[in-house]
């Protein structure tokens, strides 16, 4: 099939190649809320990459991307639609590298993004609803399921001496399929939750959701969710003295995190999407020669899932939503020439000659079907008030 849809643009590229335009892709992620923190760098790692393929001078004979920010809140699903519907009627972008967390991707997928024929990549919506949810052929993603996590983040609480725990989730989708994942695959290796406790974001004093978590016991606290609501439950949970032992998912991985929760997070272990290997090096040395920070949560993901928006419309060549979404997974996976950060203009210069190419990028992407990535994650420990690596997993 991958042949056939490549060999089938022949004819559009003779067209397309013809005249440069500007491309406009839309780079959809919660500016505002729970993960502002982190989302100003996944919007760098995504726009590093179109910058990359517009400078090269291939990209459709010449034309260039221009990234449209705009702002999904992370917890604000009507927000999130409004913003993606300015995107594409009033901005005219033609993808979107987004959203972000996994409640507004998915009400953007399914009340916007399908009705207008918009293809999405989102970098970090990890749910693991995206596996079954039918988008027409429009959803991808770049960060593997929630549901691997689970299971991984399950074993090594359980490797790590703890067989009671208390669960708590922030109170949306991403939240509760973690949880979910986690909790499954941790009674199925023989372990027990003692209380699992929903929390919301952004509330101020958390103490009469530790005082139920702790009331029934438990020899650690797995706390799945955000910095602001997640952070603040594991501070107030070491400050009461209710907890001692802590692991955290994803969604609380960053700088932001150390400074706001200081010494209690001493000794937290965790784990996020993350890949090591030639891709991953070399995004992080042109992260750094850009001022990119490159190591935050979700960055190499976004460079990614912007790359491969490009490379799409190339194979398909036109920049329509139709042509990119039909060429995603034709340039995510083999057969084809590898393709690294760095090489995206190697990649353009083999589709616009009608080759095809496996795009390895940052995380070693392996698309394994619409809505669904492969991936590898790191389990971390934070040590004087750092993230240091205990290993891949």
């Known amino acids: 099939m991958k042949k056939m849809l490549l060999a089938s643009t ?12 500007e491309v406009k892709m839309g780079v959809l992620l919660g500016f505002t809320g729970p993960i502002e923190s982190i989302t100003p760098h996944m919007a760098d790692g995504a726009e590093m990459a179109f910058r990359e393929v517009s400078e090269s001078g291939l990209f459709l004979g010449g034309s260039t991307i221009t990234p449209v920010r705009a702002d999904s809140t992370c917890v604000d699903s009507s927000a999130a639609q409004a913003a993606a519907e300015r995107m594409i009627s009033s901005d005219g972008v033609v993808a979107i590298m987004g959203a972000d967390c996994s409640g507004v991707t998915m009400a ?88 699992k406790v929903a929390h919301e974001e952004a509330r101020g004093d958390y103490s009469a959701e530790v005082g139920q978590l702790a009331s029934a016991g438990g020899d650690a606290l797995v706390i799945l969710g955000y910095v602001d609501g997640g952070g603040s439950m594991l501070r107030t949970a070491y400050e009461l003295g209710a907890f001692e032992n802590f692991f955290i998912g994803d969604g609380m991985y960053g700088d932001e995190m150390i400074s706001a929760v200081g010494e209690a997070l001493e000794g937290t272990i965790g784990t996020i999407p993350w890949a090591e290997g030639e891709g991953a090096d070399r995004f992080h040395e042109m992260a750094q020669e850009a001022g990119v920070q490159g190591q935050s949560s979700y960055t190499r993901e976004s460079y990614d899932a912007a790359a491969l928006l490009a490379l799409a419309a190339q194979a398909a060549g036109e920049a329509t939503p139709a042509g990119i979404a039909a060429n995603i997974l034709n340039v995510a996976n083999a057969p084809g020439e590898e393709i690294l950060p760095g090489e995206l203009a190697r990649g353009l210069e083999i589709l616009a000659n009608g080759g095809e190419v496996n795009y390895v990028g940052a995380t070693n992407v392996e698309l394994v079907g ?24």
């Open 10 to 21: 022949a004819l559009a590229f003779a067209a397309s190649m013809a005249v440069a335009d």
């Open 108 to 195: 953007v997928l399914q009340n916007v993004a399908m009705s207008a024929g918009i293809p999405m990549i989102s970098p970090s919506a990890t749910s693991p609803a995206f596996t079954t949810t039918e988008s027409n052929g429009l959803f991808f993603r770049t960060s593997p399921s929630d549901a691997r996590q689970g299971e991984i983040l399950a074993g090594i609480v359980m490797e790590r001496g703890f067989s009671e725990v208390a669960l708590t989730y922030t109170n949306n989708d991403y939240g509760a399929g973690f949880a979910n994942a986690f909790e499954e695959s941790f009674l199925g290796m023989g372990g027990t939750i003692t209380s």
């Open 370 to 393: 619409p809505g669904e990535a492969a991936g590898s994650y790191r389990e971390y420990v934070v040590e004087g008030g750092e993230y240091v690596t205990v290993q891949f997993h």
